[in-house]
Structures are given as C-alpha cells and as structure tokens.
T-cell receptor, first 114, second 114 residues
Framework: AQSVTQLGSHVSVSEGALVLLRCNYS??????LFWYVQYPNQGLQLLLK??????LVKGINGFEAEFKKSETSFHLTKPSAHMSDAAEYFC????????????FGAGTRLFVKA | ETGVTQSPTHLIKTRGQQVTLRCSSQ?????VSWYQQALGQGPQFIFQ???????GRGNFPPRFSGLQFPNYSSELNVNALELDDSALYLC?????????????FGEGSRLTVL
C-alpha cells in the first residue's frame, strides 16, 4: 500500500537559516506529490505540487521541492526561514490511477527562532 | 470565488450520540473529500463524493457515512460516537474526480466526544 513518511515530527531553525523538511513516498509508480501547510486552527493550504515534467517545483512563499525518483523523495526547502513560516507542513501523495485517495504524511512542525 | 466553508466550527458530543457536519464546496468544484485529523497526526481519508455518489472510501467503519447534494455541498454523519472520534474533520473540494490537482480545504469542524 502506498504510504508517505515525513522524517522528523519537529524541526527548529533560526530565522534566516535554510529550511529542509523531508518526505519519502512508497509506491511502485511515482504518484502526484504535494506539500501543504497548516497554520493553527486553520485548514490546509497548498504550497506546491509535482505532477509531471520539471522535477524542481517552485511554490508560494519562497518554498520549493525536488522530486527524486531514484530516492523516492520529495523534500521541501526554503533558503531563508521567516518567523511567519512557523506552521505544520504535510507531504501528500495521490496515485495516478484510482486516484481518489490522497495520502498524507504525519506532518512536521516547523519552529523558527528569532 | 467562494472558498470551502464548514459548519459547525466546534462541537461537543457524548459517547453514543450522532453528529452531522456540513461542507459547502468551492464554487465550480464537483468533488468533495472528507478527512479526519486526530491531534498531532496527518489527515486520514474517510471518503470522497463525486456528483452525489461515493467515489472511494478509507478504512473507516460504516457508522461514518456521507451525502453529497445536487449543489455539491456535502454532509458527514457519524453514528454511535466513540471517544476516539474526537478530531478535526476536514472537508476538501476539488475540480476533478481523480484528485490530480489541488485539494481546497475548509477550516474544519473540531469534534470533542466526552
């Protein structure tokens, strides 16, 4: 069965530092891949998505992610963290066929220190 | 463009009771998915509705049921509530049945079962 694993339930960085949130998927066929952000007491908002084509995907708020098929990974990065980036981040995957079921990882909470 | 709205935002029930949660999908979206997000976890897929028919279901018992109406709004019903049903219930609408694109989430209904 397909699954999404996010390494690290909590990540803490200093303001201005690199943000790296890790995501690996398990699937024989690479799925569509997404990163969502959730702020306290809110729903999820799409940051970026990979469907086909270029493996480096740029999203909102300066985030980007790179799809690496050989590593079954889709890590999220941002060159310089801002205090407003503090939130919960979820990696998600949707299979190409019978794709009604989007699977989410357990989430990584990002803390940004001043 | 009207986003996804959910009601109620918070509610408290006791074990054995029944609850109905409501969702209005984003304008033009014909697919609605429901997710359960327990505290500290990622969203878990409950089921999806496409044009008033169930289009897929996750690992939830039959006491979790749903409806989609001709205007594409939706309800999630949970019977015989258990303590473990306490969670944030998220509704997400999308443009296509296969969820290849973005899921648009509401802010959720937080259910507490005592």
């Amino acid at each position: 069965a397909q699954s999404v694993t996010q390494l690290g339930s909590h990540v803490s960085v200093s303001e201005g530092a690199l943000v790296l949130l890790r995501c690996n998927y398990s699937s024989s066929v690479p799925p569509y891949l997404f990163w969502y952000v959730q702020y306290p007491n809110q729903g999820l908002q799409l940051l970026l998505k990979y469907t086909t084509g270029a493996t480096l995907v740029k999203g909102i708020n300066g985030f980007e992610a790179e799809f690496k098929k050989s590593e079954t990974s889709f890590h999220l990065t941002k060159p310089s963290a801002h205090m407003s980036d503090a939130a919960e981040y979820f990696c998600a995957a949707t299979p190409h066929t019978g794709g009604f079921k989007t699977i989410f990882g357990a989430g990584t909470r990002l803390f940004v220190k001043a | 463009e009207t986003g996804v709205t959910q009601s109620p935002t918070h509610l408290i029930k006791t074990r054995g009771q029944q609850v109905t949660l409501r969702c209005s999908s984003q304008s033009g979206h014909n697919t609605v998915s429901w997710y359960q997000q327990a505290l500290g976890q990622g969203p878990q897929f409950i089921f999806q509705y496409y044009r008033e028919e169930e289009n897929g279901r996750g690992n939830f018992p039959p006491r979790f049921s749903g409806l989609q109406f001709p205007n594409y709004s939706s309800e999630l019903n949970v019977n015989a509530l258990e303590l473990d049903d306490s969670a944030l219930y998220l509704c997400a609408s999308s443009l296509d049945r296969e969820n290849t694109g973005e899921l648009f989430f509401g802010e959720g209904s937080r259910l507490t079962v005592l």
